[in-house]
Nanobody
C-alpha cells in the first residue's frame, strides 16, 4: 500500500496551494485520511483529518483557512490551503488508516504514511 502526495511548492504569503494524496495497492477499505506537517526543529503535528463519515477535523491554526476533502471513488484526499502564512512552511505528510487482508488471511487495520511534500510560504 502506498500514499503518493503532490502539490507542494513555493508561494507568497496570502497565496493558495492544493495538496493531493492518492492511495494505491491492495486494501479493502480506507477509513480516516488526512494530513500532518513537520517544520524543521518541530514535532510532526496534525493539520486536518477527514473521517470515513466525511466529517472534517482541523487544527486550530488552520481552521477557516484550510479545507480537507476526500474522493472515495479515487482513494484520494485533498488539502486546499488558502491565505497561507509563513508559519505554514513545513513538509506535509498524508496519512490513512485502512483495512487489508494480510498474508495470513486475516483482516487488519493499518496506518500508512506518504512521503512528504514541501510547502514554503515566503513573507
Amino acid at each position: 500500500v502506498q500514499l503518493q502526495a503532490s502539490g507542494g511548492g513555493l508561494v507568497q504569503a496570502g497565496g493558495s496551494l492544493r495538496l493531493t494524496c492518492v492511495a494505491s495497492g491492495n486494501f479493502i477499505r480506507i477509513h480516516d485520511m488526512g494530513w500532518y506537517r513537520q517544520a524543521p526543529g518541530h514535532e510532526r503535528e496534525l493539520v486536518a483529518l477527514v473521517l470515513v463519515t466525511g466529517r472534517p477535523m482541523y487544527a486550530d491554526s488552520v481552521q477557516d483557512r484550510f479545507t480537507v476533502s476526500r474522493d472515495n471513488a479515487k482513494n484520494t484526499v485533498y488539502l486546499q490551503m488558502n491565505n497561507l502564512e509563513p508559519e505554514d512552511t513545513a513538509a506535509y505528510y498524508c496519512t490513512a488508516n485502512l483495512s487489508r487482508v494480510d498474508t495470513d488471511g486475516r483482516l487488519r487495520e493499518i496506518g500508512v504514511w506518504g512521503q512528504g511534500t514541501q510547502v514554503t510560504v515566503s513573507s
